[in-house]
């Protein structure tokens, strides 16, 4: 038979080894979960960023629309004081 002092530390052992078994096992998921979180919503979205900057090098920067150049100066006659105002 086996000797209370046996039974306590393998009791002890087994209760540590779960512990130990347990709590890496919930490390490990949690890194899967991190994984699997990276591949469902930061990946699309990465790509949609490459998207969006590769349609925006894309736009003409210097654009000519005629409607353009008479709504900025009419909006920006508001904005001068009459007496500081320079039509060309």
Not at 33 to 61: C, G, S
């Amino acid at each position: 038979m086996m000797d209370f002092d046996t039974f306590i530390v393998t009791i002890l052992g087994v209760v540590v080894g779960g512990l130990i078994t347990f709590i890496a096992q919930r490390l490990i998921q949690e890194r899967e979960r991190k994984k699997e979180r990276a591949e469902e919503i930061y990946a699309p979205l990465l790509d949609q960023l490459y998207d969006i900057a590769a349609n925006f090098n894309m736009l003409d920067t210097n654009p000519s629309y005629p409607e353009w150049e008479g709504f900025r100066k009419r909006h920006l006659l508001h904005w001068i004081k009459p007496d500081l105002e320079v039509l060309g």
